[in-house]
């Protein structure tokens, strides 16, 4: 009798060097109003703080998202095949269990921003999957042009999984530049794309403002972040955090608002805030599932299928890379 060794995960970095974070603070507090990638709120205190935003009871798109996986990965797995799990935006890599399990994929590739957090979360998550080989690449897949060509990939088929309503953070221009990249990525392979849904004013501004002030944190984390990783002398106490839903965009806008005049140094260039002026830390669009299949299709996907919730607040759409 043969005994399996259980694998042990590996780490790839590609995390963007301090230089293009400058750069990209730079143009962002350019635009009106001033906005930060989503991507710079998740260094490792930010991914801790989002973990516990998850448990907020006014935030329910991950519980809801990992018993809808739990009850449907069986048919999603017959549906969609197996493959390479390739997970965009891990994080805690909590939600793709109920699919290594029906799955049965050759390889777990996990993509993440933080790498401290992949390391953390894909030790525990190999600990639960001992005999599904894991890779962690720690980057921002959105400017990432290739996976590297690495033993668990190469050959293999490719099945994307983008969990979590993350393309929500991004425009929709740049959603569609996502959805094309992934496209590329996952060459030829099919999508498995989490996306939670418009609900009303009163719960969506409750789940982005929960009363423990979770959100809050997180988002004046953001300033935290700046002052650490580039020398920036924000003081967060001269910040209020809103979150508002904006019917007509289907989106919650998330910011934090100046409360005084102040003129703030990032990187040794001086900006300055008006009391009142916003600086957008995140957008978190909602898509029904008619706008979800407009999207797919402006990305040149095939929209297969959805599976949803009983209430029907978040989706899980199949799609197929169009030929
Ligand atoms: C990661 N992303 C999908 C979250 C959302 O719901 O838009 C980020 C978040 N920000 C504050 N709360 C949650």
């Known amino acids: ?17 301090n230089a293009d974070m400058q750069r990209l603070v730079h143009n962002g507090l350019q635009r009106e109003p001033r906005q930060l990638p989503a991507w710079f709120l998740y260094d ?16 329910s798109l991950t519980r809801t998202e990992i018993s809808l996986l739990e009850s449907s990965a069986a048919d999603i797995a017959r549906a969609i095949g197996s493959g390479v799990i390739v997970e965009f935006g891990a994080g805690s890599a909590r939600k793709v269990g109920p699919l290594l399990e029906a799955m049965q994929p050759s390889a777990y590739v996990a993509l993440d921003i933080s790498a401290d957090h992949l390391r953390q979360s894909m030790a525990s998550l190999q600990a639960q999957h001992p005999c599904v080989p894991m ?68 719960r969506l501004e409750a789940a982005y403002n929960d009363a423990a002030g979770i959100s809050a944190a997180f988002a004046h984390n953001l300033l935290q972040r700046l002052n650490n990783d580039l020398g920036a002398d924000f003081n967060p106490d001269n910040f209020l955090y809103e979150a508002v839903w904006q019917e007509t965009e289907s989106r919650v806008r998330m910011a934090l608002i100046s409360e005084v005049n102040q003129t703030v140094s990032v990187g040794g260039e001086p900006w300055t805030f008006s009391p009142g002026q ?41 799609l197929e890379a169009a030929d």
């Open 1 to 17: 009798m043969t005994t399996q060794t259980p694998a042990r995960p590996q780490l790839i970095d590609l995390h963007p060097p």
């Open 44 to 59: 490792q205190e930010g991914s801790r703080l989002f973990d516990q935003i998850c448990e907020q009871p006014e935030y």
């Open 135 to 202: 890779l962690g690449i720690c980057c921002d897949h959105s400017q990432l042009d290739t996976l590297p060509d690495h033993p668990l990939i190469r050959g293999e088929r490719r099945v994307g999984f983008f969990p979590g309503s993350s393309l929500g953070n991004f425009t929709r221009a740049e959603a569609i530049a996502l959805l094309r990249r992934f496209r590329r990525l996952l060459d030829g392979g099919p999508l498995l794309l989490g996306l939670d849904q418009p609900k009303s004013r009163s």
């Open 278 to 318: 916003p600086l957008v830390t995140e957008y978190s669009v909602k898509y029904s599932a008619e706008m979800a299949r407009e999207l797919a299709k402006d990305a040149s996907w095939h929209w297969r299928h959805r599976w949803h919730d009983p209430a029907d607040d978040l989706s899980l759409h199949w």
